[in-house]
């Protein structure tokens, strides 16, 4: 039978008694607590027991401080006979459930008890000491149980160019009384020219590793010197799952090293511990720490260097870790309409700098689920359920309305800025909208930031843009826009044939979807297997298919051989998959992008240069270069998935009935085609009857 985990009142005696008699068998450990103290708790909310066969074989007692926000927790007790059962870890998830409004939960424990290891188990973190009243004076260990609320999450913003985590070894080159064999590497991070560039912080790893140091006065030294560094408290549960899928993929991929288990383990924990946290680069000068390298940045998107790379390296490690598209790829971000009656606990997370009071704010949102406009109100979260964009929504004949549109602070709130503009786009092209209008009078600075590069202009207090649904000639496309009240999609543009590519460009981004096909912007046709069509695509479709919302990247990079086919920038590309196991029916142009930049280079150049956007490893990427040891990087953006994808007969139909040659030897590499052939397969992918 199952374990349930029940609160109790002071009014039922016979659970209170049974859990004082539970205590009482514990009384070493636990300490003495008497009859009255648990019933005082039970009267605030403060005591849960645990239930199997109608036998209490555990509970938690805390309290429930008034002027404090956490949760302070004076028995977690489990009978002996019943452990191993993860009752204790229901007991404290079923804490943190019923009052996930307070900050965590802090706890005490004499160090020569040996629970360190429960404690870290359940996701607690070491938080200082003390000596205890006790005639022996043992100490105490505090520990620490966040909750991870917004103004925790938040804690990756700094005025520094760059954060970075450091290890246990990094510190104590840091924190030592001496300068170590190695320990001038790790303290020209401190030197005063890295002040404004560079942030060291610190993950419950290294707190753990410190509080496992037996000489107190080292001990204390280096507790004390964690004060100058940024603390990071990243989601318990998520690095669990991260730190399990490293370990997998190390013993997977590298059984030689699995010698130090508990060295290995620790170093796994760092990685998993700086990506949950949402940074990207993590320190070291632990040589196994360093073998993971390969594999923190496959599965966790972390790049494990060594202090100098840091030192030397700032501005590059920067631009990978502030815009990472790519992490949209394949995450768990998911979208779900905001729930009646949530409106107020979204406040904490979208309200913008005191400028929409949080009852107002509330108040707007409430108000615009009630009225008689049929307002769909989205609300995105991350893989660890928290709310990191909300926008709200309403077609009023032909103008998509956004009356709330708010992005979080979060490590990827740039790159889910930029996706929600796209998104909008295209919610106003398929429900037929000619105009966007966003009038929150308080969008967050990241997404007002972010919309001028998608044609938003202001007008009478409001973002505006126009959603031009026709891929034809430059006067096919100014006279869809006439009659809009149209800002100049760029400066100084008049459309006209034969305008320039790099003008053709701007307009088609600001006035999106907008395709001017007698512009000198050229067209191609690439090639892709279905491994990376599917890895940047989704097509042909995963068997865990990404949330269609988020799915697809605004900017990616691929790989291909080097040779020159006449490539230019900026360019429109059609993504033909080929070999796809199915003969000519499952070969098909699925997609088109803008080509934003075409670079050749030695593969671990283009490697430093695009990591950040691609989902490539060093292997791949080596291989396309062949034999001539360099390869080519097609960065583009803006994809768009056809609805009816091209099959290979219907390319070579349209492609002869414009009286154009046609060759199997086209599909082969990257072509240049003509624009007449880019607007039928275009228009081919997007037909609806």
Known sequence: MAVKVLPVSSAQDHLIEKAVALGDRDTRTLGLMTPPAYRAMADEGGLLIAVEDEEVVGYALFGLPKRNPYIR?????????????????????????????????????????????????????????????????????????DFGHPDLFSSVESNALLVVT????????????????????????????????????????????????TDAAERHHQRAALSSLRQ?????????????????????????????????RRGVRYIAETSCAGLQVLATRDPLLARLADVAWEVAR?????????????????????????????????????APGAEGELVAFFEQDG??????????????????IAWRRELLRDGEGNPVALYVWALDRRTLLVPVLRTSTHHLEESLARQIFFLLKRLGRSYGAETICITDPHPSATARSASGDDGFFEREGSL?????????????????????????????????????????????????????????????????????STELFNVPAMLLPRGETLGISREHVYYRASGHRGESVPARLLWYVSDGGFGAEGQMVVASSRLDEVVIDAPDTLLSKFEHLGVY???????????????????????????????????????????????????????????????????EGHRTT
């Open 73 to 145: 927790l004076a028995h977690l007790c489990v009978a002996t006979e019943h452990r191993s059962k993860g009752i204790a870890r229901a007991l404290v998830e079923t804490i943190k459930r019923r009052h996930p409004q307070r900050l965590g939960v802090r706890a005490k424990c004499r160090r020569d008890y040996g629970l360190s290891g429960m404690w870290r188990n359940l996701g607690f973190v070491p938080q200082g000491e003390a000596r205890g009243r006790g005639r022996d004076g043992e100490f105490l260990d505090g520990w620490w149980l």
């Open 166 to 213: 450091i290890d246990h070894q990094v510190f104590a080159d840091l924190s030592g009384p001496t300068v170590e064999d190695g320990a001038e590497e790790s303290r020209a991070l401190e030197a005063g020219w890295m002040t404004d560039l560079v942030e060291l912080a610190y993950t419950p790893q290294l707190v753990h590793q410190i509080r496992d140091i």
């Open 232 to 264: 990071l408290a990243p989601d318990a549960e998520a690095v669990t799952r991260r730190s399990d899928e490293l370990q997998r993929t190390v013993i997977e991929m590298m059984p030689e090293i699995q010698g130090d288990a508990a060295a290995l």
């Open 302 to 338: 972390v790049r494990v260097v060594a202090p100098s790379t840091v030192t030397l390296h700032v501005d590059e490690l920067r631009q990978a870790q502030l815009y990472r598209p790519a992490d949209l790829l394949g995450t768990e971000f998911r979208a779900g309409e905001v």
């Open 355 to 372: 400028l929409d009071g949080g009852s107002s704010f509330a108040d707007r949102l409430r108000s615009l689920g009630s009225d008689a």
């Open 464 to 532: 505006v843009a126009f959603v031009v649904d026709v891929c034809g000639s430059a006067a096919e496309v100014e006279a869809a826009a006439a009659g809009l009240g149209r800002e100049p999609a760029a400066k100084g543009a008049v459309l006209h044939a034969g305008m320039p590519a790099e003008v053709a460009a701007v307009v088609e981004r600001a006035w999106w979807p907008a395709k001017i096909v007698d512009s000198e912007l050229p067209s191609f046709l690439v090639p892709i297997k279905p491994r990376w």
């Open 617 to 683: 490893g060093r292997a791949d990427v080596v291989e396309a270069a062949g034999n001539t040891g360099q390869t080519m990087a097609l960065r583009f953006s803006d994809t768009e998935i056809f609805p009816r994808p091209v099959s290979l007969r219907r390319l070579a139909s349209l492609a002869e009935g414009l009286g154009l040659p046609w060759s199997s030897n086209l599909l082969i590499s990257l072509t240049k085609i003509s624009n007449k052939l880019f607007q039928a397969v275009y228009q």
